[in-house]
């Protein structure tokens, strides 16, 4: 490496790295602006084909229909990554972290009291999802922010090694989404859904997918909070 | 210059800021963070410049909304493998 006598090397590497980075960032900052017009026009291809999809909010639309193998591929993705975190814990290394040591009445009962809501606002998600910002995502996220307040609350146990009802629950709304994939692979292509079905095998699907991917979000949290501190 | 154009714009400077962090920190929590900024730099980029004219496009929504699902999970696993790093797996057997 090249340094200056008596200049630190760290001292050039951050300058290096920062000059560049800056040099970088107006490059990238004059083609965004240099950027020519949009040749295919999406939103309008998207409202054209709004009436066939079954829901009424574009996203939706996009993210369970136009879209669906994308959606499909990504909680495969998300329960591949919870299987990673297990694969990467020891064996034995995961133990159920003390749960009864903060004795917070206050905050246990607030508790008790926001999860029932949280489980009604999440199937409000889940359902306005098809007329309204919202969907299964959404709606998994809030079941997963549920389970992490109970745990950090002390009233839901990390989890260890997972039986077979769980197990179900966190595979099951991918196995959902797949069936019905293939379900409708004999109608000709990979989920193309009958318009006139559309509706209804969406919100099945996204009702499979809210509570697999609040299982699957809150074992991101969970998974790594069962795992025994340093040695 | 639309506010779009704007979001774009702040979405290459957090992109930039989470690639000279990547490159400059050493410890893995620290370059799990940068490597996420970029990521929201990315997703900042997506949807600021399909609606640079004014007009929403829900397709890059769909995209950015799995992207983030993704991120978190990767962000989880990245988490669980640099727990791996600091504590060796011969240490945890005994």
């Known amino acids: 490496m090249i340094a200056w006598p ?3 090397l760290t001292f050039v590497k951050r300058w290096l790295v920062g000059l560049s980075a800056i040099a970088l960032g107006g490059a990238l900052m004059r083609a965004i602006l240099d950027l020519p017009a949009v040749g295919v026009d999406l939103p309008g291809a998207v409202a054209a084909n709004m009436a066939a999809s079954g829901v009424e909010h574009p996203v939706t639309a996009v993210l369970l229909n136009f879209r669906g193998y994308d959606t499909l591929l990504e909680v495969a993705v998300l329960l591949l990554a919870l299987l990673g975190m297990w694969a990467a814990a020891a064996p034995g290394e995961t133990a159920p972290t003390q749960v009864a040591d903060r004795d917070d009445p206050v905050l246990r009962t607030l508790a008790r009291l926001i999860v029932p809501l949280m489980i009604l606002v ?3 998600l889940l359902w306005a999802g098809a007329h309204r910002p919202g969907g299964a995502f959404q709606a998994g996220a809030v079941l997963a922010s549920a389970a992490v307040l109970l745990h950090l609350t002390g009233l839901l146990p990390a989890w260890t090694s997972p039986r077979l009802p769980l197990r179900l629950g966190l595979a099951g709304g991918f196995l959902v989404f797949l069936a019905t994939a293939v379900f409708l692979l004999g109608e000709g292509s990979l989920l193309r859904y009958p318009p006139e079905h559309a509706g209804a095998l969406i919100l099945f699907i996204e009702a499979g997918l809210t509570l697999s ?8 949290f969970l998974v790594l909070a069962s795992l025994r501190a340093r040695p | 210059m639309t506010p779009g154009l704007i979001y774009a714009l702040a979405g290459v400077a957090l992109f930039v800021l989470g690639l000279a962090g990547l490159i400059l920190l050493t410890s893995a929590l620290r370059r799990i963070l940068a490597f996420n900024l970029m990521g929201s730099g990315v997703f900042l980029v997506l949807v600021g410049l399909a609606q640079r004219d004014g007009g929403v496009d829900p397709v890059p929504q769909a995209m950015v909304l799995t992207g983030i699902v993704v991120a978190v999970a990767a962000t989880a696993l990245a988490l ?4 791996r790093l600091v504590i060796p797996l011969e240490k945890t057997e005994k």
């Open chain 1, 6 to 8: 008596g200049v630190p």
């Open chain 1, 122 to 124: 999440a199937g409000y």
């Open chain 1, 213 to 220: 991917l609040g299982l699957i979000l809150a074992g991101l």
């Open chain 2, 80 to 83: 669980a493998l640099a727990r």
